[in-house]
């Protein structure tokens, strides 16, 4: 079978996917519907256990007001160029891209804080010698957990939202955040430190800041 092929059979199945997840919806809308069934079946269907990682990059929004959208163009572009062979090298996979933000998702939760921990070392060698404004400035935010994967465009829980608060509007330049879920499956790897924080995001039952060396 060609690539091609290949590539329109995962979309076919993405779509066959997505449109069962509709239906057992819909069914759930219905009066009298045997919610606490559905729902069984809709875990028993589409309840993966992943790594969720939520990025963003500081500062942002501030710099394209200053400097333009060529700007934002350049740091779009440059994020990518930086990141997207790091999280490919973790066996990561991007989901979604939304502006300076992703969604990525990790089978195994200590490749994602490697493959957080060695985006922060790529901004740190990018960065060095260049002007401010031109800096690529990291926050992550990570969960783990069983989430609800729907195809290959989005995934969903309350370790997805802890993770998207966490790194969309908690973390700072340079910060890598973790729920607590997250320290759990990595109390045994000696080489980071968790530290708690007092932000503790709807979904998780603590959060903390990894400790890390660039």
Known sequence: MSE???????????SASEERF???IRERLLPGADKAK???????????QWCIMFTDLSGFSRNVAEFGIIHFL?????SHRLFLPIIDEHSGILLKVEGDSYLVIFRDPL???QSACNMQSACKIYNDGRLPEEHVLLCVGL????????GNADVYGAEVNAASKLG???????EILSTQAVKDALDHVKEYSFTGIDVVPPGAKKAYRVGYYL
């Open 4 to 14: 091609a092929n290949l590539l329109e059979l995962r979309k076919g199945l993405a």
């Open 22 to 24: 509709e239906r057992l």
């Open 38 to 48: 559905i729902d069984e079946k809709i875990w028993d269907l589409y309840g993966e």
């Open 74 to 78: 350049q740091t779009i572009y440059e």
């Open 111 to 113: 490749k994602a804080l």
């Open 143 to 150: 969960g783990y957990g069983k989430v609800l994967k729907i």
């Open 168 to 174: 969309e509007d908690v973390a700072k330049s340079w």
